[in-house]
């Protein structure tokens, strides 16, 4: 059974429009992740949190926020998608950063 | 500095054939650990192996092997035997508890491709 699951797995907004993707893991794990992969990059974190704690990548731009309303969710919003915004969006969990990380199967978004 | 190089962006390799993909890193941690990840053209992040840098022996996990030479600063992955589902790309990365807080830092990546 998949332990990071992501919804939806294609999500086409359009540019402007807000647009808000979401993560949720089946195994309690304190620790999830919101990272971006552009095509034939390496994925780049964006932000994390460790339990309710936010950490934001320094070079995130504000466009881009997320919600942890509970252990099992995690929410990305990106409020005013441009085109630059395409790309992957990979949710990752680990247990107290030391664990290895897993990945959901991501979501691929496409801004018109 | 790179800190996760990977030198072949892409790979051909004959079905059933080994083949090794290089990874080499940069750190000045003496806490890390090294992963590998292979990403098919789906698009989900599959974990394949772990080494941490205390580990003396090489981690093996079915067809995968990761040749840890600490010395040179090298974590190849060598998949044996290979098959036509082997056919995506592969990210080494490490994970440094001091210099980066335990965040993964990723390679540019290999894509590898399994001929018939």
């Known amino acids: 059974d998949a332990m990071v699951i992501q919804n939806p797995r294609y999500q086409v907004t359009q540019f402007g429009k807000p647009v808000t993707l979401s993560c949720s893991q089946t195994?309690?794990?304190?620790?999830m992740y919101w990272y971006q992969q552009k095509s034939s990059q390496a994925p780049k974190l964006l932000f994390h949190y460790y339990d309710k704690d936010f950490n934001n990548e320094a070079d995130t731009p504000d466009n881009f926020q997320s919600r942890r309303p509970n252990t099992s969710f995690c929410f990305l919003d990106i409020r005013s998608p441009g085109l630059g915004d395409a790309a992957m969006y990979l949710c990752?969990?680990?247990?107290?950063?030391?664990?290895?990380?897993?990945f959901g199967p991501g979501t691929r978004l496409t801004v018109l | 500095a790179q800190k996760i190089t990977q030198t072949q962006p892409g790979m051909f390799v004959q079905e059933k054939e080994a083949v090794t993909l290089d990874c080499t890193y940069d750190?000045?941690?003496?806490?890390?650990?090294l992963f590998w990840y292979k990403q098919p053209s789906s698009g989900e992040m599959i974990f394949l192996i772990y080494q941490g840098s205390y580990d003396e022996q090489n981690a093996t996990e079915g067809r995968y092997s990761l040749n840890f030479q600490k010395a040179r600063k090298s974590a190849n992955l060598v998949i044996s035997a290979s098959q036509l589902g082997d056919s995506a790309m592969y990210f080494c990365a490490m994970r440094e508890v001091y210099n980066a807080g335990n965040m993964l830092t990723f390679g540019g990546g290999t894509r590898l491709m399994v001929k018939p």
């Open positions: 195994l309690n794990h304190n620790v």
């Open positions: 990752a969990i680990t247990q107290d950063y030391t664990d290895t990380q897993y």
């Open positions: 750190t000045s941690d003496q806490s890390y650990g």
